[in-house]
């Protein structure tokens, strides 16, 4: 388990999820997540 101070979250995932504004939100969207050696989880859209 990862504390979310340790958790970066890519600007194309925040994008995907606004695209379609506040009231219509995506009910699904694919990602990648990376851990590090040094504890860092990266997000990323799944390609």
Do not use: Y
Not at 24 to 36: D, E, G, H, L, S
Request: charged share 30%.
């Amino acid at each position: 388990r990862v504390s979310e101070e340790n958790v970066w979250i890519d600007a194309s995932v925040n994008e995907k999820l606004w695209a379609n504004g506040i009231r219509n939100p995506p009910n699904k969207i694919t990602v990648k997540a990376v851990k590090f050696e040094d504890g860092l989880v990266e997000v990323s859209l799944a390609e």
